[in-house]
């Protein structure tokens, strides 16, 4: 794809793929669920033009990136070592580089920002914000208390169930049931249904942004690895706020831009916007906090839907620190 060079890294015990062109300081770009390094074809085009090398890994358990067995693997400290082992791999002489995530790679963002804020110069995030841990409070149990068993997150909970669930309903028509939601409300899977209400009567119009030989490269990297490394992370949320007990209260000492779309249902989330929006809320855990953008109309997939925009959103944000 228009000069994107792959390599494989033997790091942290497993090896990760790795999608790169462009020369100059480095960006790394962290996929979510159910994404690939193939998210960011877009942005990584954009920034190796712009002076940029543009780095995008499979994530542990995606596409042709490793994926361990044990659920246990998929803790945020065994991803954060990845990337830590990875930026060592690929910019051994870079002290630090810039970072951006979209949902889980967000996640996992604002986790090695917090763990190793000596390796980022600064982080945009997308979609979802950094969230204070409290190890009191189990958070499926909270997602539960508010949306009940069906909500989605719960679902994810019990190893070979969704993912049973997920193959009745194919791979290419999951993909594509994903990337085109927009519903900001609780999304929902429950058991014995259709929970995106399509059938074969009527099939998913694909949006201007997404194509069908996008979906295909999708599908053809998760028809081989099925969907349960991308799972397990949400199986390692109750575990990763146990594990966070030592950063309690800790802020985030990075420069960070924060971008979401206004129809994203992590927006739409029960407290969220004030969070975001608030002063005792996210700038509060992220002192460096420079900026929060709302872009009207847009979805969860953002950096999809709206390339062009992320990709002028991330320029001219960490172009100021060069």
Known sequence: MEGIEHRTFKVNGINIHVAEKGQGPLILFLHGFPELWYSWRHQILALASLGYRAVAPDLRGYGETDAPDSIDSYSCFHVVGDLIALLDAVAAHQEKVFLVGHDWGAIIGWFLCLFRPDRVKAFVGLSVPYLRSDPAKKPVEAWRSFYGDDYYICRFQEPGEIET???????????????????????????????????????????????????????SKFEKTGFTGGVNYYRNMNRNCELLAPWVGSEIKVPAKFVVGDQDLVYHMPGMKDYIHGESGLKKDVPLLEEVVVMEGVAHFINQEKAEEISNHIFNFINKFN
């Open 165 to 219: 669930e997920f193959a009745q309903i194919g791979t290419e028509e999951l993909l594509k049931e994903f990337f085109t939601y927009r519903l900001p409300d609780p999304f929902r899977f429950s058991k014995g249904t259709k929970p995106f209400g399509h059938g074969p009567e009527s099939p998913v119009a694909l949006p201007p942004w997404l194509s069908e030989e996008d979906i295909k490269y999708y599908a």
